[in-house]
C-alpha cells in the first residue's frame, strides 16, 4: 500500500514545457496515477495527446480551465471528474488567472 499528500506531491513536480509539470504518484503494470498541472499561457499548444492503449479518467482538485476533446471545450473546476476512451485525442488548458491541477489515472485497456 502506499499513500500521497497532495500538497507534498505538488512540490515535487517536473517540467514537461513552461506550461506543464507533473508527477507520477501510484505505477503499476496496468496503470499509473499522478499529478499534473497546467500553468495560464497566452499561447497554449494546439497540439492534442491521444493514448492508443489507455483510458484517461482526470479528477480536478485545483484551479479552473477547459478539456479539449470531440471539437467541444468542456468548462473544467474543482470536484469534476472525467473519463476520456483510449484514441480520442484531447488536451488541456488552465484558465487565465489559475493554475490548473489534476489528479490522473491512465489505465491500460
Not at 492508443?52 to 470531440?70: A, M, Q, Y
Not at 473546476?77 to 472525467?82: A, D, E, L, T, Y
Given at each position: 500500500m502506499k499513500t500521497i499528500k497532495i500538497s507534498?506531491?505538488?512540490k515535487g513536480l517536473?517540467?514537461?514545457?513552461?506550461e506543464i509539470r507533473y508527477?507520477?504518484?501510484?505505477?503499476?503494470?496496468?496503470?499509473?496515477?499522478g499529478l499534473i498541472a497546467f500553468r495560464p499561457s497566452k499561447?497554449?499548444?494546439p497540439k492534442q495527446i491521444n493514448h492508443?492503449?489507455?483510458?484517461?479518467?482526470?479528477?480536478?482538485?485545483?484551479?479552473?480551465?477547459?478539456?479539449?476533446?470531440?471539437g467541444k471545450r468542456i468548462p473544467l473546476?474543482?470536484?469534476?471528474?472525467?473519463h476520456i476512451p483510449k484514441g480520442t485525442p484531447h488536451?488541456?488548458?488552465a484558465g487565465k488567472n489559475a493554475e490548473l491541477v489534476l489528479f490522473y489515472s491512465l489505465i491500460t485497456t
Open positions: 507534498q506531491a505538488l517536473k517540467k514537461i514545457t513552461d508527477t507520477d504518484c501510484f505505477k503499476e503494470e496496468k496503470f499509473t496515477s499561447n497554449s499548444d492508443d492503449d489507455k483510458d484517461v479518467v482526470c479528477h480536478v482538485i485545483k484551479g479552473s480551465g477547459r478539456l479539449r476533446v470531440n473546476r474543482p470536484g469534476i471528474v472525467c488536451d488541456f488548458a
